[in-house]
Every structure is written in structure tokens, then in C-alpha cells.
């Protein structure tokens, strides 16, 4: 008789899981693939990534258990793909490691849409017949922070070559910089600035960049962000 006890307490463990900052009911619904109910849950306000002491999200598990539609109220509902537990898996990890194909694909459909929301690409064109031109990829390092690479063809080597994010667009720009970059040199620059990359899409600014730190006045490319 205590034999049994003890086995059903150990199985009852593996079922609920014991939460942060959430009620049970969430990650019990994810665990035991109830969509009505994680959606209902959901609807009542709580925590799409809300965890168990080991990290995982209602995602993570209904993904471990091959719970494809659980896993797809979640997703619609915002839950976090990327996200990963303390062992560093994300909710992709947990359903490979159980084989779930359908689970898989889901996720990395997901993870795709993710990326693509979080970057964006300002084609640079050649201004003052420069002949330089490229792009400038802005991806999301925060919540408030943006990091800004530009990859310049027809650069002069060596050279540095002063670059901001203006106000404005190139045809119409605000001479004054709102944010200073990194000078470009041999066609590289990387600046990591504090601002989300949701104000600079929507709030009108341009990269321009210069001929050099002595021909400042002169402009040799300028890309508009969108």
C-alpha cells in the first residue's frame, strides 16, 4: 500500500506542474492538450508565457506533449516562440525531442513570421555620384533598443565615413542627427541605438551617411527607414 502511494504522488508531480507566478490551471490545460479550456483561460486574462520553476511555457509543453492545436491558441494569443527554459530549450526543442512533426513545422512557421517582425532592411542609394550604395538591416536588441548594420558597396577603403539616423526622409531631411552610428569604414559599420524599432519605423527617419569626417557637407548615400 505505500508502494502505491508513493507512485501516484511521483505521477501526479509529472502532471502538474508547479508555477512562478500563475495559477496551475493554464500549464495544466497546455500538459493535458484542453484547448477549450486554455483558451478560456486565456480569455479570462491570464499569462500566455507563464512559467513552471524549470522555465517552461504553456507552449513548451503543449509542444513536449504534441499538442498542435493547444499550441496554436497559444501562438495566436502571443505566446513567446523564441522563448527558452533554464536548459536553454525552446518550445521547437521540446517537440523535436518527442517527435512531433506537426508541432515542429507550426513552430518554425512561427519563428519565421517572428524574425521577420523583428528586422527590417532600408535599401541605401548612391547620393551626389558617389556610386555607394547598400543596406542597413535594423534588427531588435529590447524593448527599446535597435541594432543597425550597414553593408556600403563602393565604399573608399580605409576611409571613415561619418553616418546618422536623421528625422525625415531623403528627399526632405532634418539636418540635425537623432542618432548617431557608427562610422562607416571598408563598408561596415554596427551601432546598437536606444530607440525599439517600432518608433523608427513609424516615426519618419533616414540614414545618411557622409563622405568623410573632413567633407562632412557632402552625402554619399541615404536610405529611408520603413
Known amino acids: 500500500m505505500v508502494l502505491v502511494v508513493i507512485v501516484l504522488a511521483a505521477a501526479a508531480s509529472l502532471v502538474q506542474p508547479l508555477l512562478v507566478n500563475e495559477p496551475a490551471s493554464l500549464l495544466d490545460a497546455a500538459v493535458g492538450g484542453d484547448r477549450e479550456a486554455v ?5 479570462q486574462g491570464a499569462a500566455v508565457d507563464a512559467r ?12 513536449s506533449r504534441g499538442h ?34 506537426p508541432v515542429v513545422a507550426l513552430l518554425l512557421g512561427a519563428t519565421s513570421l517572428a524574425l521577420a517582425a523583428d528586422s527590417a532592411t ?11 550604395s547598400g543596406t542597413a538591416t535594423l534588427t531588435k536588441a529590447g524593448d527599446k533598443k535597435t541594432k543597425v548594420t550597414l553593408n556600403v558597396e563602393g565604399a573608399p577603403a580605409g576611409v571613415n565615413q561619418p553616418v546618422h539616423i536623421h528625422k525625415g526622409t531623403c528627399s526632405n531631411l532634418d539636418p540635425k542627427p537623432a542618432f548617431p552610428l557608427s562610422p562607416v569604414v571598408n563598408g ?7 530607440a525599439s524599432l517600432e518608433d523608427l519605423q513609424k516615426g519618419g527617419y533616414a540614414i545618411n551617411g557622409h563622405k568623410s569626417t573632413k567633407e562632412v557637407a557632402t552625402y554619399v548615400f541615404c536610405g529611408d527607414i520603413s
Open 188 to 194: 561596415k559599420s554596427e551601432t546598437t541605438v536606444n
Open 52 to 63: 513552471t520553476p524549470d522555465g517552461d511555457t504553456a507552449l513548451m509543453l503543449a509542444a
Open 68 to 101: 498542435v492545436e493547444v499550441a496554436r491558441v497559444l501562438l495566436a494569443h502571443g505566446a513567446d516562440v523564441n522563448a527558452t527554459n533554464t536548459s536553454g530549450a525552446t518550445a521547437i526543442t521540446r517537440a523535436r525531442e518527442g517527435r512531433h512533426e
Open 122 to 132: 532600408a535599401q541605401l542609394k548612391s547620393q551626389n555620384s558617389s556610386n555607394e
Open 39 to 43: 483558451l478560456g483561460l486565456l480569455d
